[in-house]
């Protein structure tokens, strides 16, 4: 088959194909050149405390973007590819800080020519607080009454003391802590050890070393040292009979 054959032969459908070729051309490399915009709720970040710092609060602790870019850039993007950090190495005492959102704005490095079209809000403040960490005394709270003949020596709180960690705002003035729960006299025979949890205060934001501490009780059955008392009086006093 000549040239001329190849060119002239179906040439309506050729022609036909070619054209729809050009506009699928036009219509993907149209869209990638075409530009819109998209909006991001990106989350707030800080690194680098110091020790006995925390942060306690970020307002806001997200941030809207608006963003233009190509078609193309704005299907691939994701909240996740732009960040806003904040180093906090340098702080050492509680306070509150104020920033400029944009100043600490990081854009994906992989997407070019992406443009910024509004921020909001264009300030972000942090508020610092610094830990303390201290010994309190336990205090256990005792309900009911010891029943008849029931004799109470000593009541031993092991660890006396706990070591809890807060705001030093807030747990300055703490001195002691409670337990969660009392301990019911009217339950007590003898001798007895008890689990007493301890309840966490607003303040408190952690126990350092233990949440429970453990009660021993030293008492004496009276009522029973008499019964076996009139007992052992009874069988000493049928053996003198015989």
Do not use: C
């Not at 970020?58 to 590819?81: C, F, H, I, N, Y």
């Not at 703490?174 to 009217?186: R, S, T």
């Not at 453990?214 to 009874?234: H, I, M, P, Q």
């Amino acid at each position: 088959m000549n040239v001329k054959s190849f060119v002239t032969n179906n040439f309506g459908l050729k022609i036909t194909a070619l054209v729809l070729a050009f506009f699928v051309w036009a219509m993907v490399t149209g869209k990638e050149r075409s530009f819109s915009e998209k909006t991001f709720d990106v989350n707030v970040e800080y690194f680098n405390m110091t020790e006995n710092i925390d942060v306690s609060s970020v307002r806001p602790d997200k941030v809207r973007l608006v963003v233009k870019g190509t078609s193309k850039q704005m299907a691939d993007l994701t909240p996740e590819d732009f960040k806003i950090k904040f180093d906090l190495k340098d702080i050492t005492e509680a306070t509150r800080l104020n920033f400029f959102t944009e100043d600490h704005l990081q854009f994906p490095t992989a997407y070019e020519g992406l443009q910024l079209i509004a921020v909001h809000p264009r300030m972000i403040e942090l508020t610092l607080k610094k830990f303390l960490t201290k010994f309190v005394e336990v205090k256990i709270r005792y309900v009911g009454k010891l029943k008849k003949g029931i004799v109470l020596y000593e009541r031993k709180v092991v660890p006396e003391k706990v070591r809890i960690t807060g705001y030093k705002s807030q747990i300055a003035e703490v001195k002691m802590v409670e337990g969660a729960e009392p301990i019911v006299l009217d339950d007590i025979e003898g001798n007895k050890s008890v689990r007493v949890p301890l309840k966490k205060g607003k303040e408190i934001l952690r126990f350092e070393d233990t949440d429970t501490v453990e009660v021993f009780l030293t008492a004496e059955n009276r009522n029973r040292k008499e019964s076996e008392d009139k007992k052992e009086n009874g069988q000493s006093g049928e053996k003198d009979k015989k």
